[in-house]
């Protein structure tokens, strides 16, 4: 019989004839055992509490909230989400590693003024920057093990424009990328604060 077959499934029943079957011996020996199991479990209880104290415990008798449960296992959850960002940066991080190894390799032909190569070093120093902002725990600059040279070209140039593209929350235009490479003139500062100095002494003089 099965939902759709034939007959299919029933309805409903009508009772046609109740029977009663008695066995004294039978339920004797049941009511024995019965108060047997009883005396054996008086003689154990209270039954020894587990080692450790199992957690639920307090909120299966209502002594515990839910917030509280929360917050106790808030520190676990932090701890296992922090764990799996550094495995995702870690992974992250061996295939911009792998990309610059790459870039490394291929011919000038394939990547004309190092665009893909200067994009691939700005991925990373964005990436660290987050590793660093979200205590990541994971030193991304150290697992790039980059030589003096680019090691160089990662903190003139990548590590600025990546930090200041974050900061602005999108594309640095022309302008902005020329400003932010452009190094400061030596002596600015103090030459300005110098002609204001002089320009009040030959007022003065005057």
Same mark, same amino acid.
């Given at each position: 019989?099965?939902?759709?077959?034939?007959?299919?499934?029933?309805?409903?029943?009508?009772?046609?004839?109740?029977?009663?079957?008695?066995?004294?011996?039978?339920? /004797?020996?049941?009511?024995?055992?019965?108060?047997?199991?009883?005396?054996?479990?008086?003689?154990?209880? =209270?039954? =020894?509490?587990?080692?450790?104290?199992? *957690?639920?415990?307090?909120?299966?008798?209502?002594?515990?909230?839910?917030?509280?449960?929360?917050? /106790?296992?808030? =520190?676990?959850?932090?701890?296992?989400?922090?764990?799996?960002?550094?495995?995702?940066?870690?992974?992250?991080?061996?295939?911009? *590693?792998?990309?610059?190894?790459?870039?490394?390799?291929?011919? !000038?032909?394939?990547? =004309?003024? /190092?665009?893909? !190569?200067?994009?691939?070093?700005?991925?990373?120093?964005?990436?660290?920057?987050?590793?660093?902002?979200?205590?990541?725990?994971?030193?991304?600059?150290?697992?790039?093990?980059?030589?003096?040279? *680019?090691?160089?070209?990662?903190?003139?140039?990548? *590590?600025?424009?990546?930090?200041?593209?974050?900061?602005?929350?999108?594309?640095?235009?022309?302008?902005?990328?020329?400003?932010?490479?452009?190094?400061?003139?030596?002596?600015?500062?103090?030459?300005?604060?110098?002609?204001?100095?002089?320009?009040?002494?030959?007022?003065?003089?005057?």
């Amino acid at each position: 019989m099965r939902p759709g077959g034939t007959p299919g499934l029933p309805t409903g029943y009508h009772v046609r004839r109740v029977i009663r079957v008695e066995d004294s011996r039978m339920w /004797s020996n049941y009511a024995g055992r019965r108060n047997e199991i009883r005396r054996l479990r008086g003689e154990d209880l =209270p039954l =020894p509490r587990p080692e450790p104290q199992a *957690k639920t415990d307090e909120l299966a008798r209502g002594e515990q909230t839910e917030a509280q449960l929360c917050a /106790s296992l808030a =520190p676990l959850v932090t701890a296992a989400a922090k764990a799996r960002a550094k495995d995702i940066a870690m992974a992250s991080a061996r295939t911009l *590693k792998s990309a610059m190894a790459a870039m490394d390799a291929a011919e !000038e032909a394939r990547d =004309p003024g /190092s665009v893909v !190569e200067a994009n691939i070093f700005q991925a990373a120093a964005m990436l660290s920057y987050w590793c660093r902002e979200l205590d990541v725990g994971l030193d991304l600059e150290a697992e790039l093990a980059l030589d003096s040279i *680019k090691r160089a070209m990662y903190r003139t140039m990548a *590590k600025p424009l990546g930090e200041a593209t974050i900061a602005k929350g999108g594309f640095l235009n022309q302008q902005e990328y020329i400003e932010l490479l452009q190094p400061p003139k030596k002596g600015g500062a103090a030459a300005a604060k110098g002609s204001k100095k002089g320009g009040r002494k030959e007022n003065g003089s005057r």
